[in-house]
Each structure stands twice: as structure tokens, then as C-alpha cells.
Nanobody, 125 residues
Framework: QVQLKESGGGLVQAGESLRLSCATS????????MGWFRQAPGREREFVSS????????YYADSVKDRFTISRDSAENSVYVQMNSLNAEDTAVYYC??????????????????WGQGTQVTVSS
């Protein structure tokens, strides 16, 4: 059974940084794509960042570009996101996602079939 588990969330002040981690289990080979999404109260789940595993190509939402960096550990089949210069608008539950099949929806929840439980990120202004 494939499982994704996020860690690293917390409460920080505006301008500070956090690094989220996503550990996977139950799958002996890499996914097609992995990524991060977030959901704030009263809002839909939105794309943050993703990458295609075999090409290493990365994608970012405009709102986080130049502040967030996605990375991976191939040996551990894990993915990370370094979040810098955080602001109050980044407050949300952050979800790790994985796609086991080729998809063109690399920036939409429909493109991913495995999800973690989420980790809360709160940025105080």
C-alpha cells in the first residue's frame, strides 16, 4: 500500500523559512511525478510545485516562484520543498502528492493519485 507522509510544518513569522519533507512507502520504484499542493480555509486546493521524475523538470506556481524550491532524494523516493520569505498568504495545509501514471496535469490535483494527510504551515505577520 502506497503511503505519503509530510513533515516539517509549523508556525513561523513572516520572512522566515521552512522545509517540508514527504516520505513515501509501499512502492519500490519512482513515481511519474511528485508535487506539493496547499489548501487554505475556505479555498480550493491549489498547486504549489511539482516535478517530473525522469526528466527532473520542475514547475512552480507564480505565487511561489523564486521563493520555493522543490527537490528530491531518488534513493529514498522522497520529495522536499524549501520555502523562503514566507508571508501570511502562504498559510495553509500543505499536501504532498504523487502520480503513478504519465499526466499532463502536473499543476492540477487531477493529475495525482496519491496524497498525504497534510501538514499545517502558519505564517504570522
Amino acid at each position: 500500500q502506497v503511503q505519503l507522509k509530510e513533515s516539517g510544518g509549523g508556525l513561523v513569522q513572516a520572512g522566515e523559512s521552512l522545509r517540508l519533507s514527504c516520505a513515501t512507502s509501499g512502492r519500490s520504484f519512482s513515481f511519474y511525478a511528485m508535487g506539493w499542493f496547499r489548501q487554505a480555509p475556505g479555498r480550493e486546493r491549489e498547486f504549489v510545485s511539482s516535478f517530473i521524475w525522469n526528466t527532473g523538470r520542475t514547475y512552480y506556481a507564480d505565487s511561489v516562484k523564486d521563493r520555493f524550491t522543490i527537490s528530491r532524494d531518488s534513493a529514498e523516493n522522497s520529495v522536499y520543498v524549501q520555502m523562503n520569505s514566507l508571508n501570511a498568504e502562504d498559510t495553509a495545509v500543505y499536501y504532498c502528492a504523487a502520480a503513478s501514471f504519465p499526466t499532463t496535469y502536473y499543476n492540477h490535483p487531477d493529475g495525482f493519485d496519491y496524497w498525504g494527510q497534510g501538514t499545517q504551515v502558519t505564517v504570522s505577520s
